[in-house]
T-cell receptor, first 115, second 113 residues
Framework: EAEVAQSPRYKITEKSQAVAFWCDPI?????LYWYRQILGQGPELLVQ????????DSQLPKDRFSAERLKGVDSTLKIQPAELGDSAMYLC?????????????FGPGTRLTVL | DQQVKQNSPSLSVQEGRISILNCDYT??????FLWYKKYPAEGPTFLIS?????DKNEDGRFTVFLNKSAKHLSLHIVPSQPGDSAVYFC????????????FGAGTILRVKS
């Protein structure tokens, strides 16, 4: 069964360091999403790609976060510099298209701890 | 301002009984609602959904009910099984959010054997 792959699964870093997360969506899925889930809360969308283009990054803290999907397939989310408040689960999801009724498939996530 | 609310942080149910998880929303423009289940150390997995043109959708042991006038939906699991123990997230899309999912904070379900 096709799955969304993410790496690393766990990352511990010190504040002010740079971190990067990688996501490989299900083959053929044009839409890719990065979510952040803080403990005790639901996932919150950070950025959404349609192919290689960003279609929504309204909740992305652009002073320290960046995301790219250069060839419209896999994607990288970067944080530089990391802050204590960035400790969270970072989830990647993909869907066939951007339509409302297109199911989003989630990867296992990257658990980030900033010390 | 939370637009999707799951007011019960946790729920404990005996195996074989019904589990009812509740979700309220404030944005009347939401037109599609979903439930996701999440096990520890895994990403959320889609469980069941319902369009705003319906008031009920059933899939095996899982049924979602939508009450648009009350802006309320619920997930019924009958009968509950120990393997159903997980975090359940309610999500909504539509209106100005388009296909963007707005999630509730989740409810931890524990099914005791």
């Amino acid at each position: 069964e096709a799955e969304v792959a993410q790496s690393p699964r766990y990352k511990i870093t010190e504040k002010s360091q740079a971190v990067a997360f990688w996501c490989d969506p299900i083959s053929g899925h044009a839409t890719l999403y990065w979510y952040r889930q803080i403990l005790g809360q639901g996932p919150e969308l950070l950025v959404q790609f349609q192919d290689e283009s960003v279609v929504d990054d309204s909740q992305l803290p652009k002073d320290r976060f960046s995301a790219e999907r250069l060839k419209g397939v896999d994607s990288t989310l970067k944080i530089q510099p990391a802050e204590l408040g960035d400790s969270a689960m970072y989830l990647c999801a993909s869907s066939l298209t951007t339509g409302s009724y297109n199911e989003q498939f989630f990867g296992p996530g990257t658990r980030l701890t900033v010390l | 301002d939370q637009q999707v609310k799951q007011n019960s942080p946790s729920l404990s149910v005996q195996e074989g009984r019904i589990s009812i998880l509740n979700c309220d929303y404030t944005n009347s423009m939401f037109d599609y609602f979903l439930w996701y289940k999440k096990y520890p150390a895994e990403g959320p997995t889609f469980l069941i959904s319902i369009s705003s043109i319906k008031d009920k959708n059933e899939d095996g042991r899982f049924t979602v009910f939508l009450n648009k006038s009350a802006k309320h939906l619920s997930l019924h699991i009958v009968p509950s099984q120990p393997g159903d123990s997980a975090v359940y997230f309610c999500a909504a899309s539509g209106g100005e959010y388009g296909n963007k999912l707005v999630f509730g904070a989740g409810t931890i379900l524990r099914v005791k054997s």
